[in-house]
């Protein structure tokens, strides 16, 4: 305990146990990186049996699968689906947008000198490292890691191997996103800098505002159901377990009269939800990024956020759309299904008013812009092809086909993806005082784009031909599926090149880390508050001087003015 | 307009509901195409006609008219119309007029990991009782009581599920451990089957698995016939429990049902047990 005036802080009390956002973001953002890497080469090896199920694997085959020659077996292929899906999730998209994005840029972008609770922030970073440590670990014990999708639907979950690591890592997760979007809320609700009215709160701001809603409202029930789960393996409870079940041969000895549904219901409410909590950090980061290099504001700032709002409050009723086969009358379908296509109007007015903000513009083609415009695309054909499922008609045959695959993918993947990618390469200069190199970050971008369509285009031609998700063997034991299994190896050999295609950015992270700094604050000519302050932001105060706040978010090009910029906090 | 449907590469439809499905998969996907090509011209023109090199100076004020609240609405519209015209309807058939046992072929079908039992009622018409304690998963799998009221001429078959064409089925579904998913992908016929409840199914097959399979000629799937697919995860063998599902003409299906009567009557209580005589305790 030192005690001198200037509160000089060692090496660990600066960069491991950190109470200031911009370190605590920047953990969150190094070890989502890693998980997202991780949960990307668990997809590699599934994808690499689905081309060539039951042969050896090369090179790491005899080292994972030694046991049985070097060959994935079916426990192993659903560990491996069930992992892939969690971690990507939880362990990489929402931490690196919320934990990530949010904690570093909200305090800047408000013009605060940090979280209104930097220690709960801190605790929530801690909490999901030790989620992610459990998690890590479960594929270490005699049981293996967990194998019942990332759904974890019950009865299978409560009898099958390795869930109990999996929940017991969930609740760790769930704590930390609790505590993390508590944080964003009152931080931006408390700590925004004088003159910073509601309507001049960039949009990103407005995206985490609404997205952290989501979370702390829709992550509790399934903190209970993850509970509740735990207790039917552990101590013999029934929530989830109906009377009469014979598993593997012998009657189940339960209490029994519970219901698997239940679980469903408590699951879907969380994890739809969760579905715009993976997008909408990404549609504030494309927004920022749309307005910044077409040299004028976004076309319908006030829209845009009424849509998400009322995008957010919708999330919440439609989670049974997921359930439509599970046995549900005419009112309760018909009552989701409605909700559903409700839904999607907000999402249309999102789209359409990026495209919209193109028209007029003076457009920049660099990096950042680059992924955030073909995010635009992409997201357009998750969103679109969302709606064949979201009618119940339709989704009879759809179901858990490889199109769901595919469209949940086309949103979180070459959406949500691209667009940390193109947060990435537009803050870095903020982050690190340092530039990116473009000619990298184009190589990173086309290939990048190429091949995920390759992985994932494909996937709507095999799921309308009817072929299932979740096939250990990629789909060979059935006739339905003969006309679309040529596509799995295209599929496969995509998704290599789509990893390959990482290695520029890896490279450019690195050169660029060891590059020169430059004095230059506001490198991209932007409007918002954090390119006010130094790169990289002063610890525990971001700015060295006060932060007044005179403009809204995206005055470019203002008729009359010379620069084509004019930065909120100008006078 | 569903003849679109060869080049999405949907499965030849053989059912009552099959055409209706189709259509409506068929619909929003013009409705997607429509809108994906419209964003998309606009994307591409916007991006030539405003590039930095081209366009020196952006507008502040870019687009002025609200044409796009039109585009809103008309999305809007176009979505209630495929709800109220298409899939309440289609909904509202499959779940309010499940037909009474007496007015169709009646089937239980109970699944377990990884296989399919076909329970028949047999000549009565009545299923007999089934119990879980008489559960033998050799001998018994879906703890029929043959000595219950209607359970004498009860049979059941594993993975081969026979149905007459033209016939309303009416299948009983439920399952013994997990969830699963009975799917037949070319009957349009997909249900969870779920450990607790038992949900009622019903279609129409509209021709023979024979007249399917010529279909098939010169395809990759020639010679393939029709099959029952698990399309929900439900353990390890996920992936492999695969049912057979023979579509018969009537005449032929009478012929099957009295072909299983008959090893029933062969086989004595013991039927549905392929090599020994067990004990006869039940
Ligand atoms: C970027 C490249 C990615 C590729 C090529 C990819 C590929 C795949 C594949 C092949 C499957 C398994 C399909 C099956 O067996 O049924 C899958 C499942 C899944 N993926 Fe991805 N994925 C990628 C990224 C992501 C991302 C970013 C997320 C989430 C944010 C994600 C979430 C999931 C989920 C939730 C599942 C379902 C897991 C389950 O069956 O329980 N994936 N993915
Ligand atoms: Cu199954
Ligand atoms: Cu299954």
């Keep these: 305990m030192s005690n001198d005036h200037h509160h000089e802080e060692n090496f660990i009390q600066k960069y491991v146990f950190s109470v200031d956002h911009k370190i605590i973001g920047l953990q969150y953002g190094i070890t989502s990186l890693l998980f997202l890497l991780f949960g990307f080469m668990l997809m590699m090896l599934m994808r690499y049996q689905i081309a060539y199920p039951e042969t050896v694997i090369p090179y790491f085959g005899e080292w994972l699968f030694a046991g049985s020659g070097g060959v994935m077996l079916p426990e192993n292929y659903n560990t491996l689906g069930a992992m892939h899906g969690t971690i990507m999730i939880f362990l990489g998209v929402v931490p690196l947008a919320v934990g990530a994005f949010g904690n570093y840029l909200v305090p800047l972008q408000i013009g605060a000198p940090d979280m209104a609770f930097p220690k709960l922030n801190a605790a929530s970073y801690w909490s999901y490292f030790v989620g992610g440590v459990v998690m890590m670990a479960s594929f270490f014990t005699p049981e293996g890691a967990a194998r019942s999708g990332w759904t974890s639907y019950p009865p299978l979950s409560i009898f099958e191997s390795g869930q109990t690591m999996w929940l017991l890592g969930m609740v760790f997760l769930i704590t930390s996103s609790l505590l993390g979007s508590m944080n964003i809320i009152v931080t931006i609700v408390q700590l925004r800098a004088p003159g910073l009215t509601w309507f001049r709160l960039p949009f990103f701001i407005w995206a985490q505002l609404v997205t952290s809603f989501l979370l702390i409202l829709a992550f509790p029930p399934l903190e209970s159901a993850a509970i509740l789960q735990l207790m039917d393996r552990l101590v013999g409870t029934s929530f989830f377990l109906p009377s009469g079940l014979v598993y593997a041969g012998s009657p189940v000895e339960a209490y029994g009269s519970g219901s698997p549904l239940l679980w469903q219901h408590l699951f879907w409410f969380l994890a739809h939800p969760e579905v715009y909590v993976l997008i909408l950090p990404a549609i504030g980061i494309v927004g920022e990024i749309i307005a910044n290099n077409t040299r004028k504001p976004l076309w319908g700032y006030k829209s845009l956020v009424y849509a998400i709002g009322f995008l957010g409050f919708m999330s919440f009723i439609v989670w049974a759309h997921h359930m439509f086969l599970t046995g549900m009358g005419q009112s309760m379908s018909a009552f989701f299904q409605l909700t559903t296509m409700i839904i999607s109007i907000p999402s249309v007015v999102v789209l359409t008013a990026f495209f919209i903000s193109l028209w007029g513009g003076s457009i920049r083609f660099n990096t950042p812009m680059l992924f955030a415009l073909s995010f635009l695309p992409m997201f357009g054909i998750g969103g679109l092809t969302g709606l064949p499922l979201g009618v119940a008609a339709s989704d009879i045959f759809l179901h858990d086909t490889y199109y769901v695959i595919g469209h949940f993918h086309y949103v979180v993947a070459p959406g949500t993806i691209f667009a940390l990618f193109a947060g990435i390469y537009y803050w870095f200069p903020k982050v690190t005082g340092k530039r990116m190199s473009e000619t990298l970050g184009k190589l990173h971008f086309w290939p990048s784009l190429l091949f995920m369509n390759g992985v994932f285009m494909p996937m709507f031609i095999q799921g309308l031909a009817g072929l299932s998700r979740r096939m250990y063997d990629g789909g060979q034991q059935y006739a339905h599926a003969s006309d679309v299994l040529h596509w799995n190896e295209f599929m496969t050999i995509s998704a290599f090149c789509l990893g390959a295609a990482q290695i520029p950015f890896i490279v450019n992270l690195i050169i660029s880390l060891a590059g020169q700094k430059s004095d230059d604050r506001n490198p991209w000519k932007s409007t918002t508050i954090e390119w006010s302050a130094p790169s990289p932001p002063l610890p525990h105060v971001n700015f060295d001087s006060s932060v007044e706040v005179n403009h809204g978010p995206y005055e470019y090009s203002v008729p009359g003015q010379d620069e084509d910029y004019c930065p909120q906090t100008s006078p | ?282």
């Design chain 2, 1 to 282: 307009m569903t003849e679109i449907l060869q080049y999405f590469g949907l499965p030849v439809g053989i059912s009552s509901v099959s055409g209706r499905i189709d259509e409506i998969i068929v619909i929003v996907h013009y409705l997607m195409l429509v809108l994906f090509v419209g964003w998309g011209i606009f994307f591409i023109v916007s991006l030539i006609k405003f590039r930095e090199s081209k366009n020196k100076k952006a507008n502040y004020k870019g687009v002025e008219s609200h044409y796009s609240s039109v585009l809103e609405g008309a999305v809007a519209v176009i979505e209630i119309v495929i709800l109220f015209g298409f899939a309440f309807p289609i909904w509202a058939e499959r779940v309010n007029d499940v037909p009474d046992s007496r007015d169709a072929e009646y089937i239980r079908v109970i699944a377990q990991q990884y296989a399919w039992n076909i329970h028949y009622p047999g000549a009565d018409g009545i299923f007999g009782d089934t119990k879980v304690e008489l559960v033998d998963e050799q001998d018994n799998p879906i703890g029929l009581d043959r000595n219950s009221e209607f359970g004498k001429d009860d049979f059941y078959t594993i993975n081969q599920m026979h149905i007459p064409v033209d016939t309303k089925i009416r299948v009983d579904l439920s399952s013994k451990d997990v969830i699963h998913n009975f799917k037949l992908p070319e009957l349009r016929v997909s249900q969870d089957a779920i450990p607790g409840m038992t949900i009622p199914v019903h279609f129409t097959a509209t021709s023979t698995s024979k007249e399917f399979l010529e279909t098939a000629v010169g395809t990759k799937r020639e010679g393939k016939s029709l099959e029952i697919a698990c399309a929900q995860l439900c353990g390890l063998g996920h992936y492999r429990m695969k049912g057979y599902l023979t579509i018969h003409e009537q005449e032929d299906y009478s012929a099957w049902l009295e072909e299983q009567a008959g090893y029933l009557e062969e086989e004595g209580d013991d039927w549905g047990d392929d090599d020994d005589w067990g004990d006869d305790d039940w």
